[in-house]
Protein backbone atom coordinates (compact mmCIF):
# COMPACT_ATOMS: atom_id res chain seq x y z
CA UNK A 1 0.00 0.00 0.00
CA UNK A 2 2.74 2.38 0.63
CA UNK A 3 4.54 1.56 -2.49
CA UNK A 4 1.17 2.30 -4.06
CA UNK A 5 1.12 5.47 -2.19
CA UNK A 6 4.25 6.83 -3.54
CA UNK A 7 3.35 5.79 -7.09
CA UNK A 8 0.43 8.04 -6.97
CA UNK A 9 2.45 11.10 -5.58
CA UNK A 10 5.15 10.62 -8.01
CA UNK A 11 2.23 10.75 -11.09
CA UNK A 12 0.71 13.82 -9.61
CA UNK A 13 4.17 15.78 -9.43
CA UNK A 14 5.13 15.04 -13.10
CA UNK A 15 1.65 15.96 -14.44
CA UNK A 16 2.29 19.17 -12.39
CA UNK A 17 5.39 19.88 -13.96
CA UNK A 18 3.90 18.63 -17.68
CA UNK A 19 1.48 22.11 -16.91
CA UNK A 20 4.35 24.18 -15.79
CA UNK A 21 4.91 27.00 -19.03
CA UNK A 22 7.98 26.04 -20.89
CA UNK A 23 9.96 29.08 -20.38
CA UNK A 24 10.45 28.01 -16.24
CA UNK A 25 10.95 24.09 -18.33
CA UNK A 26 14.20 25.73 -19.02
CA UNK A 27 15.53 26.05 -16.19
CA UNK A 28 17.56 22.69 -15.69
CA UNK A 29 19.22 22.34 -12.33
CA UNK A 30 21.21 19.11 -11.53
CA UNK A 31 19.85 16.54 -10.13
CA UNK A 32 20.60 14.96 -6.77
CA UNK A 33 22.47 11.62 -7.48
CA UNK A 34 20.90 10.70 -3.76
CA UNK A 35 17.75 10.04 -5.18
CA UNK A 36 19.20 7.91 -7.74
CA UNK A 37 18.55 4.26 -7.60
CA UNK A 38 22.42 3.26 -7.86
CA UNK A 39 22.99 5.49 -4.82
CA UNK A 40 25.87 4.34 -1.98
CA UNK A 41 24.39 2.13 0.31
CA UNK A 42 26.55 2.88 3.19
CA UNK A 43 25.11 4.40 6.47
CA UNK A 44 21.52 5.21 6.47
CA UNK A 45 20.24 9.11 4.71
CA UNK A 46 19.73 11.77 6.92
CA UNK A 47 16.15 11.80 5.64
CA UNK A 48 15.16 8.21 6.57
CA UNK A 49 13.11 7.21 9.01
CA UNK A 50 13.46 4.64 11.93
CA UNK A 51 11.63 1.48 11.08
CA UNK A 52 8.43 0.74 12.76
CA UNK A 53 7.98 4.88 13.16
CA UNK A 54 4.98 6.39 12.50
CA UNK A 55 6.14 10.12 12.58
CA UNK A 56 8.75 9.84 9.47
CA UNK A 57 7.10 10.47 6.12
CA UNK A 58 7.34 8.21 3.43
CA UNK A 59 8.87 10.88 0.29
CA UNK A 60 11.02 13.96 0.34
CA UNK A 61 9.86 17.20 0.32
CA UNK A 62 12.63 19.74 -0.68
CA UNK A 63 12.37 23.31 0.94
CA UNK A 64 13.87 26.37 -0.31
CA UNK A 65 15.11 28.60 1.80
CA UNK A 66 15.96 32.77 1.15
CA UNK A 67 19.72 32.15 0.07
CA UNK A 68 18.98 29.14 -2.61
CA UNK A 69 15.88 31.15 -3.71
CA UNK A 70 18.62 33.93 -4.47
CA UNK A 71 21.02 32.11 -5.86
CA UNK A 72 18.41 30.10 -8.52
CA UNK A 73 17.15 33.36 -9.09
CA UNK A 74 21.06 35.36 -10.21
CA UNK A 75 21.44 31.76 -12.27
CA UNK A 76 18.38 32.82 -14.11
CA UNK A 77 18.67 35.97 -14.76
CA UNK A 78 22.59 34.87 -16.04
CA UNK A 79 21.18 31.79 -18.09
CA UNK A 80 22.12 32.48 -22.29
CA UNK A 81 19.95 34.15 -24.61
CA UNK A 82 18.00 31.64 -25.21
CA UNK A 83 16.28 31.56 -21.73
CA UNK A 84 13.46 33.96 -20.87
CA UNK A 85 15.40 36.85 -20.57
CA UNK A 86 15.77 38.16 -23.70
CA UNK A 87 19.32 40.72 -23.80
CA UNK A 88 19.42 43.40 -26.89
CA UNK A 89 22.99 43.39 -26.50
CA UNK A 90 24.45 39.96 -26.61
CA UNK A 91 28.34 41.06 -27.59
CA UNK A 92 31.03 38.81 -26.35
CA UNK A 93 32.36 41.88 -24.68
CA UNK A 94 29.34 42.01 -22.49
CA UNK A 95 29.30 38.17 -21.71
CA UNK A 96 32.86 37.68 -20.65
CA UNK A 97 31.76 41.10 -18.42
CA UNK A 98 29.23 39.07 -16.80
CA UNK A 99 31.26 35.80 -16.62
CA UNK A 100 34.17 37.67 -14.75
CA UNK A 101 31.45 39.67 -12.17
CA UNK A 102 30.10 36.10 -11.73
CA UNK A 103 33.35 34.39 -10.69
CA UNK A 104 34.32 37.44 -8.75
CA UNK A 105 31.21 37.36 -6.80
CA UNK A 106 30.71 33.51 -6.46
CA UNK A 107 33.31 30.71 -6.09
CA UNK A 108 33.44 28.34 -8.25
CA UNK A 109 30.27 26.21 -7.78
CA UNK A 110 30.95 22.16 -6.64
CA UNK A 111 29.07 19.13 -7.98
CA UNK A 112 27.32 18.52 -5.13
CA UNK A 113 25.65 21.86 -4.34
CA UNK A 114 22.35 21.66 -5.00
CA UNK A 115 19.67 24.14 -5.25
CA UNK A 116 17.29 21.55 -4.03
CA UNK A 117 19.54 19.77 -1.47
CA UNK A 118 18.51 17.31 0.81
CA UNK A 119 18.19 18.34 4.66
CA UNK A 120 17.53 16.98 8.09
CA UNK A 121 14.72 18.88 9.90
CA UNK A 122 15.28 21.92 11.79
CA UNK A 123 14.28 24.28 14.31
CA UNK A 124 17.28 26.68 15.11
CA UNK A 125 17.42 28.65 12.40
CA UNK A 126 18.60 32.68 12.49
CA UNK A 127 18.63 34.47 9.52
CA UNK A 128 18.06 32.97 6.13
CA UNK A 129 21.20 35.14 4.43
CA UNK A 130 23.73 34.59 7.20
CA UNK A 131 26.89 32.70 6.90
CA UNK A 132 26.11 30.41 10.12
CA UNK A 133 22.29 29.83 9.36
CA UNK A 134 23.49 28.56 5.41
CA UNK A 135 26.01 26.40 6.90
CA UNK A 136 23.36 24.68 9.29
CA UNK A 137 21.31 23.84 6.81
CA UNK A 138 23.49 21.11 5.58
CA UNK A 139 24.48 17.88 6.96
CA UNK A 140 28.12 17.41 6.63
CA UNK A 141 28.22 19.22 3.10
CA UNK A 142 29.96 21.94 2.51
CA UNK A 143 29.07 25.83 2.91
CA UNK A 144 26.57 26.77 -0.25
CA UNK A 145 27.06 28.65 -2.75
CA UNK A 146 24.51 31.60 -1.47
CA UNK A 147 26.44 31.44 2.18
CA UNK A 148 29.69 31.81 0.09
CA UNK A 149 28.40 34.60 -1.42
CA UNK A 150 27.86 36.85 1.43
CA UNK A 151 30.76 35.40 3.70
CA UNK A 152 33.34 36.35 1.11
CA UNK A 153 32.13 39.62 0.31
CA UNK A 154 34.59 42.38 -0.42
CA UNK A 155 33.89 44.59 2.89
CA UNK A 156 33.96 41.54 5.01
CA UNK A 157 36.95 41.87 7.16
CA UNK A 158 37.64 38.09 7.24
CA UNK A 159 37.99 38.19 3.57
CA UNK A 160 41.12 36.77 2.17
CA UNK A 161 41.37 39.07 -0.18
CA UNK A 162 40.63 42.12 1.54
CA UNK A 163 42.83 42.98 4.59
CA UNK A 164 42.23 45.44 7.39
CA UNK A 165 44.60 48.22 7.20
CA UNK A 166 47.12 47.88 10.21
CA UNK A 167 46.77 50.72 12.85
CA UNK A 168 49.54 53.12 12.26
CA UNK A 169 51.86 54.18 15.35
CA UNK A 170 51.23 57.19 16.14
CA UNK A 171 53.85 60.24 15.17
CA UNK A 172 55.03 62.33 17.78
CA UNK A 173 56.43 65.70 16.76
CA UNK A 174 60.36 65.94 17.41
CA UNK A 175 61.43 69.70 17.57
CA UNK A 176 64.66 70.08 15.32
CA UNK A 177 65.57 73.23 17.55
CA UNK A 178 66.16 73.40 21.58
CA UNK A 179 63.78 74.79 23.55
CA UNK A 180 66.23 76.93 25.63
CA UNK A 181 70.00 78.17 24.93
CA UNK A 182 72.36 78.90 27.67
CA UNK A 183 76.06 80.14 28.00
CA UNK A 184 78.31 78.22 29.78
CA UNK A 185 81.39 80.09 29.82
CA UNK A 186 85.21 78.65 30.50
CA UNK A 187 83.57 75.23 30.07
CA UNK A 188 86.23 72.95 29.90
CA UNK A 189 86.93 71.20 26.78
CA UNK A 190 88.36 67.92 27.86
CA UNK A 191 86.68 64.48 26.32
CA UNK A 192 87.55 62.41 29.26
CA UNK A 193 85.65 64.87 32.15
CA UNK A 194 81.97 65.03 33.17
CA UNK A 195 80.84 68.46 34.38
CA UNK A 196 76.89 67.92 33.85
CA UNK A 197 74.18 66.66 35.97
CA UNK A 198 70.36 67.05 36.04
CA UNK A 199 68.58 66.16 40.00
CA UNK A 200 65.59 64.60 41.44
CA UNK A 201 64.51 67.96 42.32
CA UNK A 202 64.97 69.16 39.33
CA UNK A 203 68.56 71.37 39.81
CA UNK A 204 70.35 71.43 36.88
CA UNK A 205 74.53 71.36 38.36
CA UNK A 206 77.25 72.65 35.91
CA UNK A 207 80.80 72.85 36.50
CA UNK A 208 82.55 75.80 35.19
CA UNK A 209 86.42 76.11 35.71
CA UNK A 210 86.58 75.81 39.22
CA UNK A 211 83.07 76.62 39.51
CA UNK A 212 80.29 74.99 40.17
CA UNK A 213 76.90 76.69 39.46
CA UNK A 214 73.18 75.41 39.85
CA UNK A 215 70.32 76.34 37.55
CA UNK A 216 67.11 75.33 39.01
CA UNK A 217 64.85 74.78 35.86
CA UNK A 218 61.52 75.27 37.66
CA UNK A 219 62.36 78.56 38.28
CA UNK A 220 64.78 79.70 36.54
CA UNK A 221 66.84 80.74 39.19
CA UNK A 222 71.17 80.34 38.81
CA UNK A 223 73.22 80.71 42.14
CA UNK A 224 77.06 79.42 42.55
CA UNK A 225 77.51 76.67 45.09
CA UNK A 226 81.20 76.34 45.37
CA UNK A 227 84.94 77.33 43.71
CA UNK A 228 87.64 75.35 44.36
CA UNK A 229 91.10 76.80 45.54
CA UNK A 230 94.75 76.78 44.31
CA UNK A 231 95.56 77.16 40.67
CA UNK A 232 94.48 74.81 38.28
CA UNK A 233 92.03 73.22 40.46
CA UNK A 234 89.51 72.70 38.37
CA UNK A 235 86.40 70.50 38.25
CA UNK A 236 86.42 67.51 37.02
CA UNK A 237 83.23 65.81 37.69
CA UNK A 238 79.98 65.99 39.30
CA UNK A 239 77.27 63.40 40.24
CA UNK A 240 73.94 63.71 42.35
CA UNK A 241 72.97 61.30 44.42
CA UNK A 242 68.72 60.42 44.41
CA UNK A 243 68.45 63.06 47.32
CA UNK A 244 70.09 66.82 47.33
CA UNK A 245 73.53 65.52 47.85
CA UNK A 246 76.40 66.67 45.26
CA UNK A 247 79.29 64.43 45.12
CA UNK A 248 81.99 67.12 43.09
CA UNK A 249 85.64 65.51 42.00
CA UNK A 250 88.35 67.78 41.47
CA UNK A 251 91.86 68.29 40.04
CA UNK A 252 93.58 67.61 43.01
CA UNK A 253 92.46 63.74 43.78
CA UNK A 254 89.61 65.25 46.48
CA UNK A 255 85.74 64.36 46.06
CA UNK A 256 83.39 66.89 48.17
CA UNK A 257 80.27 66.13 48.90
CA UNK A 258 77.10 68.87 49.34
CA UNK A 259 74.19 69.39 50.78
CA UNK A 260 72.52 71.80 48.21
CA UNK A 261 69.79 72.27 50.22
CA UNK A 262 71.39 73.64 52.93
CA UNK A 263 74.18 74.87 50.56
CA UNK A 264 76.92 73.63 52.65
CA UNK A 265 79.85 71.25 52.56
CA UNK A 266 78.93 68.12 54.27
CA UNK A 267 82.46 66.23 53.91
CA UNK A 268 85.83 65.67 51.54
CA UNK A 269 87.21 61.77 51.03
CA UNK A 270 90.34 61.26 49.37
CA UNK A 271 91.59 57.72 47.90
CA UNK A 272 92.86 58.69 44.77
CA UNK A 273 96.63 59.76 43.41
CA UNK A 274 95.17 62.25 40.32
CA UNK A 275 92.24 63.77 39.38
CA UNK A 276 88.96 61.96 39.75
CA UNK A 277 87.43 62.81 36.13
CA UNK A 278 84.18 59.85 37.08
CA UNK A 279 81.69 59.42 39.31
CA UNK A 280 78.72 57.20 40.27
CA UNK A 281 75.98 56.87 43.08
CA UNK A 282 75.20 53.30 43.62
CA UNK A 283 72.66 54.06 46.49
CA UNK A 284 72.14 56.91 48.76
CA UNK A 285 75.24 56.10 50.45
CA UNK A 286 77.76 53.92 48.34
CA UNK A 287 79.58 56.07 45.99
CA UNK A 288 82.35 54.84 43.15
CA UNK A 289 84.48 57.04 41.99
CA UNK A 290 87.23 56.92 39.02
CA UNK A 291 90.69 58.72 38.34
CA UNK A 292 93.29 59.02 36.19
CA UNK A 293 95.85 56.56 38.21
CA UNK A 294 93.50 53.97 36.56
CA UNK A 295 92.07 52.96 40.01
CA UNK A 296 88.06 52.82 41.06
CA UNK A 297 87.00 53.54 44.48
CA UNK A 298 84.24 52.52 46.17
CA UNK A 299 83.03 54.98 49.26
CA UNK A 300 80.31 54.70 51.96
CA UNK A 301 79.73 57.87 52.68
CA UNK A 302 78.15 57.03 56.13
CA UNK A 303 80.94 55.92 57.37
CA UNK A 304 84.33 57.21 59.04
CA UNK A 305 86.56 54.96 56.79
CA UNK A 306 84.88 55.45 54.10
CA UNK A 307 86.60 53.39 51.39
CA UNK A 308 85.62 50.33 51.19
CA UNK A 309 86.88 48.65 47.71
CA UNK A 310 89.47 49.46 45.66
CA UNK A 311 88.41 48.10 42.39
CA UNK A 312 92.09 47.29 40.15
CA UNK A 313 90.93 46.68 36.49
CA UNK A 314 91.88 49.25 33.88
CA UNK A 315 95.32 50.44 32.71
CA UNK A 316 94.54 54.65 32.55
CA UNK A 317 92.30 57.07 33.45
CA UNK A 318 88.84 55.85 33.76
CA UNK A 319 86.28 58.27 32.54
CA UNK A 320 83.36 56.38 32.57
CA UNK A 321 81.09 55.09 35.09
CA UNK A 322 77.69 53.46 35.91
CA UNK A 323 75.52 51.60 37.96
CA UNK A 324 72.78 49.66 36.49
CA UNK A 325 69.48 50.44 37.46
CA UNK A 326 68.75 47.39 39.91
CA UNK A 327 72.28 48.02 42.08
CA UNK A 328 74.29 44.58 41.21
CA UNK A 329 76.52 45.89 38.35
CA UNK A 330 78.89 48.83 37.75
CA UNK A 331 80.16 49.02 34.28
CA UNK A 332 83.36 51.29 33.77
CA UNK A 333 85.10 52.40 30.88
CA UNK A 334 88.81 53.41 30.61
CA UNK A 335 91.20 55.50 28.08
CA UNK A 336 92.73 51.88 27.49
CA UNK A 337 89.71 51.12 25.36
CA UNK A 338 88.93 48.54 27.82
CA UNK A 339 84.38 47.97 29.39
CA UNK A 340 84.93 46.15 32.57
CA UNK A 341 81.85 45.32 34.05
CA UNK A 342 81.51 44.31 38.00
CA UNK A 343 79.56 42.26 40.52
CA UNK A 344 78.77 44.70 43.33
CA UNK A 345 79.49 41.65 45.72
CA UNK A 346 82.91 41.38 44.32
CA UNK A 347 85.73 43.60 44.67
CA UNK A 348 88.91 41.47 43.79
CA UNK A 349 88.46 41.85 39.23
CA UNK A 350 86.29 42.33 36.58
CA UNK A 351 83.54 39.94 36.27
CA UNK A 352 83.68 40.46 32.41
CA UNK A 353 86.61 42.80 30.76
CA UNK A 354 85.89 43.12 26.83
CA UNK A 355 88.21 44.72 24.67
CA UNK A 356 85.62 45.48 21.34
CA UNK A 357 86.18 49.54 21.30
CA UNK A 358 89.14 50.99 19.73
CA UNK A 359 89.15 54.05 21.32
CA UNK A 360 88.41 55.44 25.00
CA UNK A 361 85.18 54.26 26.41
CA UNK A 362 83.77 57.21 28.26
CA UNK A 363 79.39 56.89 27.11
CA UNK A 364 77.96 54.40 29.21
CA UNK A 365 73.92 54.08 29.86
CA UNK A 366 72.11 51.22 31.03
CA UNK A 367 69.07 50.47 29.49
CA UNK A 368 65.95 51.29 31.41
CA UNK A 369 63.61 48.84 30.49
CA UNK A 370 65.15 45.57 29.80
CA UNK A 371 68.02 43.57 31.89
CA UNK A 372 71.10 43.21 31.60
CA UNK A 373 71.58 45.98 28.58
CA UNK A 374 74.19 48.33 27.99
CA UNK A 375 75.09 50.93 25.53
CA UNK A 376 78.43 52.02 25.29
CA UNK A 377 80.48 54.35 22.84
CA UNK A 378 84.18 54.83 21.67
CA UNK A 379 86.15 58.13 20.90
CA UNK A 380 87.36 59.73 17.73
CA UNK A 381 89.05 56.12 16.65
CA UNK A 382 86.58 54.29 17.18
CA UNK A 383 83.33 55.94 16.64
CA UNK A 384 81.21 53.03 17.43
CA UNK A 385 77.81 52.50 20.08
CA UNK A 386 78.01 48.64 21.15
CA UNK A 387 74.84 47.36 22.83
CA UNK A 388 75.94 44.79 25.33
CA UNK A 389 74.14 41.62 27.00
CA UNK A 390 75.66 41.97 29.89
CA UNK A 391 75.05 38.41 31.33
CA UNK A 392 76.97 37.19 29.23
CA UNK A 393 78.98 39.48 27.46
CA UNK A 394 77.73 38.91 24.36
CA UNK A 395 77.75 42.21 21.31
CA UNK A 396 74.27 42.74 20.38
CA UNK A 397 74.71 45.01 18.11
CA UNK A 398 77.07 47.58 16.55
CA UNK A 399 76.61 51.01 15.11
CA UNK A 400 79.29 53.06 13.36
CA UNK A 401 78.04 56.61 14.13
CA UNK A 402 80.80 58.12 12.00
CA UNK A 403 81.74 60.62 14.74
CA UNK A 404 83.29 60.92 18.23
CA UNK A 405 80.84 59.30 20.92
CA UNK A 406 80.56 61.53 24.01
CA UNK A 407 77.69 60.48 25.88
CA UNK A 408 74.25 58.28 25.64
CA UNK A 409 71.04 59.03 27.45
CA UNK A 410 68.08 56.24 27.12
CA UNK A 411 64.74 57.45 26.86
CA UNK A 412 62.03 56.10 30.30
CA UNK A 413 58.83 56.60 28.15
CA UNK A 414 59.47 54.97 24.52
CA UNK A 415 62.37 52.93 23.44
CA UNK A 416 64.58 55.03 22.92
CA UNK A 417 67.88 56.64 23.02
CA UNK A 418 69.89 59.59 22.39
CA UNK A 419 73.48 59.63 21.72
CA UNK A 420 76.43 63.18 21.93
CA UNK A 421 79.05 63.02 19.02
CA UNK A 422 81.78 65.37 18.74
CA UNK A 423 84.28 65.24 15.91
CA UNK A 424 83.67 65.12 13.09
CA UNK A 425 79.76 66.18 13.10
CA UNK A 426 79.01 67.77 16.72
CA UNK A 427 75.13 66.66 16.71
CA UNK A 428 72.96 64.69 18.36
CA UNK A 429 71.19 61.18 17.30
CA UNK A 430 67.90 60.19 18.39
CA UNK A 431 67.61 56.10 18.05
CA UNK A 432 64.95 53.78 18.20
CA UNK A 433 65.62 50.76 19.51
CA UNK A 434 64.07 47.76 17.64
CA UNK A 435 64.87 44.64 19.84
CA UNK A 436 67.45 42.07 19.93
CA UNK A 437 70.21 45.08 19.60
CA UNK A 438 68.92 46.35 16.40
CA UNK A 439 68.35 50.12 16.65
CA UNK A 440 67.37 52.81 13.54
CA UNK A 441 67.89 56.39 13.12
CA UNK A 442 65.25 58.46 13.95
CA UNK A 443 66.68 62.15 13.32
CA UNK A 444 69.99 64.24 13.71
CA UNK A 445 69.61 67.39 15.80
CA UNK A 446 72.42 69.72 15.40
CA UNK A 447 72.91 73.32 16.34
CA UNK A 448 76.10 72.89 18.29
CA UNK A 449 79.39 74.74 17.06
CA UNK A 450 81.94 71.93 18.59
CA UNK A 451 81.95 68.85 20.30
CA UNK A 452 78.87 68.08 22.32
CA UNK A 453 80.75 66.60 25.35
CA UNK A 454 77.92 65.83 28.07
CA UNK A 455 74.25 65.11 28.59
CA UNK A 456 71.83 64.77 31.43
CA UNK A 457 68.38 63.48 31.20
CA UNK A 458 65.35 65.94 32.98
CA UNK A 459 63.63 64.34 35.87
CA UNK A 460 60.12 63.54 33.87
CA UNK A 461 62.42 62.34 31.39
CA UNK A 462 60.91 64.38 28.82
CA UNK A 463 63.90 66.54 28.44
CA UNK A 464 67.76 66.21 27.89
CA UNK A 465 70.31 69.22 27.58
CA UNK A 466 73.39 68.75 26.33
CA UNK A 467 77.28 70.76 27.08
CA UNK A 468 79.45 71.08 23.95
CA UNK A 469 83.02 73.44 23.87
CA UNK A 470 81.32 75.62 22.30
CA UNK A 471 80.04 77.00 25.67
CA UNK A 472 76.50 76.34 25.48
CA UNK A 473 73.94 74.67 27.11
CA UNK A 474 71.01 73.03 25.03
CA UNK A 475 67.44 71.58 26.05
CA UNK A 476 66.13 69.54 23.69
CA UNK A 477 62.53 68.46 24.08
CA UNK A 478 62.59 64.97 22.07
CA UNK A 479 61.54 62.42 24.41
CA UNK A 480 58.12 61.08 24.60
CA UNK A 481 55.16 62.45 27.09
CA UNK A 482 55.28 61.11 30.87
CA UNK A 483 52.52 59.63 31.13
CA UNK A 484 54.48 56.04 29.87
CA UNK A 485 57.38 54.94 32.53
CA UNK A 486 59.92 52.39 32.36
CA UNK A 487 57.84 50.17 34.31
CA UNK A 488 55.20 50.59 31.51
CA UNK A 489 58.26 49.72 29.04
CA UNK A 490 58.98 46.63 31.46
CA UNK A 491 55.44 45.55 31.14
CA UNK A 492 54.96 45.98 27.53
CA UNK A 493 58.53 44.19 27.56
CA UNK A 494 57.14 40.84 29.16
CA UNK A 495 54.05 40.84 26.97
CA UNK A 496 56.03 40.60 23.88
CA UNK A 497 58.02 37.44 25.51
CA UNK A 498 55.15 35.77 26.26
CA UNK A 499 53.69 36.77 22.71
CA UNK A 500 57.57 34.63 21.82
CA UNK A 501 59.11 38.08 20.43
CA UNK A 502 62.54 38.78 21.71
CA UNK A 503 63.44 42.11 22.54
Not at 447 to 452: E, F, K, L, P, S
Request: hydrophobic share 35%; glycine share 8%.
Amino acid sequence: MVVAMADSHVQEEQNRVSNTPSAVRKLNFPSDPRMAGGASNTGSPPFAAPVGSRDGGDRFIPRRSDGVRDLSNYNHLSAEPQTLILDADTSPAKQDYRNTLRDTILPPQDGDDKVLALRQPFSHLTSPLSPSASASRYVGSPMSPSSRLYSSSPSSPSSPTVSSPKKKRPTRFIPKSPDKILDAPDLVDDYYLNLLDWSPSNILAVALGQSVFLWNASTGATHKLLETTGAGNIVTSLSWSNGSTLAVGTHSAEIQLWDVAANVETRRMGGHLSRVASLAWGSNSLLSSGSRDSMIVNHDTRSQQHQIAVLEGHLQEVCGLQWSPQGGQLASGGNDNLLNLWEARVNRSPRLSIERHCAAVKALAWCPFLHNVLASGGGTADRKICLWNTGNGTCLNEVDTKSQVCAIQWSVHDREFVSSHGFTHNQLILWRYLGEGRVQKITELTGHQARVLHMAKSPDGTTVVSAAADETLRFWRIFGSPTRSAAKLKDEQACRSLLGTNC
